[in-house]
């Protein structure tokens, strides 16, 4: 599967944006999803994931009020509502799929994840 961000851009702080992730190639519906974030000189870190439903949904705790993950089967995309943005929100932010079975556990490491977007840059001004 072949990913693509898009929706980052230069907002200030206590805006709302949403990235999007657009998918093709695969069977999408077979697909946990996840976004990450980096800084330069930092470890990718998580940010959310969706399991292949959508049923089951899990946050990094910084984010968990405020960002909201979901996926669009028939559309083959998923996304990350991001509201009450806040100048440590600013990162690179990449989209990531994996292949599971229906009840597998939703992983939060990047090293789980094989299919890899080329990320959206976000950028929160105080």
């Known amino acids: 599967v072949q990913l693509q961000a898009s929706g980052g851009g230069l907002v200030q702080a206590g805006d709302s944006l949403r990235l999007s992730c657009a998918a093709s190639g695969g069977t999408f519906s077979r697909y946990a999803l996840a976004w990450f974030r980096q800084v330069p000189g930092n470890e990718r870190e998580f940010v959310a994931t969706?399991?292949?439903?959508?049923?089951?949904?899990n946050y990094e705790d910084s984010v968990k009020d405020r960002f909201t993950i979901s996926r669009d089967n028939d559309k083959k995309t998923f996304y990350l509502q991001m509201n009450s943005l806040k100048p440590e929100d600013t990162a690179h932010y990449y989209c990531?799929?994996?292949?599971?079975?229906?009840?597998?556990?939703?992983?939060?490491?990047?090293?789980?994840?094989?299919?890899w977007g080329q990320g959206t840059q976000v950028t929160v001004s105080s």
């Open positions: 969706i399991s292949r439903n959508g049923k089951a949904r």
């Open positions: 990531a799929a994996r292949q599971t079975i229906l009840t597998a556990p939703q992983s939060t490491e990047p090293h789980d994840y094989p299919y």
